[in-house]
């Protein structure tokens, strides 16, 4: 039984070592318990998807809410699924900053990343958009 979770969180310590540290982390423990998806990085904010067994979605999810490293953890989406959508990432990287704001502008108000202000969908698309645009490093 697979599923999808979607969360938006603000960073604690936003310099580049800390979000570096966050994905090392992520993958060498996403590698083993069967885990894929996307951080998305960007004003000081993460928009993350994760995709794996329930149990093992669960219990990340109840981890990632209890890490210090970030706040204001907002559960976005959440559902049951047939097939991953980021099956290729162990846990893929977008830096928005190095982007053309345009991909984030056709999905908000503004150019920024702000999953806060919009549907838990509407950050699904922009993250597919994303991913469809080859904007994501990390491939394993
Ligand atoms: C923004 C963010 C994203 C994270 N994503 C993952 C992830 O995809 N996989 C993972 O194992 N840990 C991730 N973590 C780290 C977990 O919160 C937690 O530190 C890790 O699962 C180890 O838990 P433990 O130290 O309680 O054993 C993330 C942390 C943050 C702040």
Same mark, same amino acid.
Not at 63 to 66: A, E, L, Y
């Given at each position: 039984m697979l599923v999808r979770l979607l969360y938006a &969180? @603000?960073?604690v310590d936003t310099s580049p070592a800390a979000i570096e540290a966050i994905l090392q982390q992520s993958r060498s423990h996403n590698t083993t318990s069967g885990i894929t998806g996307i951080l998305c990085y960007g004003g000081g /904010?993460? %928009?993350q998807a994760i995709e794996g067994g329930r149990n093992a979605i669960s219990? %990340?999810?109840g981890?990632?809410? @209890?890490d210090a490293r970030h706040k204001d953890v907002v559960l976005l989406h959440y559902e049951e699924i047939a097939e991953r959508r980021f099956g290729g990432w162990t846990m893929g990287q977008v830096n928005l900053s190095r982007l053309n704001a345009s991909t984030v502008l056709k999905y908000s108000e503004k150019p920024e990343l702000d999953p806060y202000a919009v549907s838990g969908k /509407? &950050? %699904?698309a922009l993250l597919e958009e994303l991913m469809a645009t080859a904007a994501i490093v990390g491939r394993p």
């Open positions: &969180s @603000r960073a /904010v993460f %928009l219990e %990340l999810y981890h990632i809410q @209890r /509407v &950050s %699904l």
